[in-house]
């Protein structure tokens, strides 16, 4: 079992910069790909972006592409994403997602494990 836990999220300003973590337990964090999704309210859950196991591969939706960025720490076993140039449209629930050694998709029921989520809320 992995255990996930977002933090990071709160009220930004348009324009501004918000990093989120994924802190994993449990199982070997640096076996797991990560991937990030949102969820807007009276909106369905969209992929974000994405990591490989390996951390060697990157993947980013349109929307977000050149905006925000994935990372992770092995070390700390957390997974990261880095919101920059905000937009009120980015407003959502953000969640973090693992399967094990996978690359990345953005179909939920690809990822094994979820999070509760953390509130991001952009104003304009």
């Known amino acids: 079992q992995v255990q996930l836990v977002e933090s990071g999220g709160g009220l930004v300003q348009a324009g501004g910069s918000l990093r989120l973590s994924c802190a994993s337990s449990?199982?070997?964090?640096?076996?797991?790909?990560v991937g990030w999704f949102r969820q807007a309210p009276g909106k369905q859950r969209e992929w974000v972006g994405g990591?490989?196991?390996?951390?060697?591969?990157?993947y980013y939706s349109d929307s977000v592409r050149g905006r925000f960025i994935v990372s992770r720490d092995n070390a700390k076993s957390t997974g990261y994403l880095q919101m920059n140039n905000v937009k009120p449209e980015d407003t959502a629930v953000y969640y973090c997602?693992?399967?094990?050694?996978?690359?990345?998709?953005?179909?939920?029921?690809?990822?094994?494990?979820w999070g509760q989520g953390t509130q991001v809320t952009v104003s304009s």
């Open positions: 449990g199982r070997t964090f640096s076996n797991y790909a």
């Open positions: 990591i490989s196991w390996r951390g060697d591969n990157t």
């Open positions: 997602a693992a399967v094990v050694r996978g690359y990345w998709s953005d179909r939920e029921n690809y990822y094994n494990y």
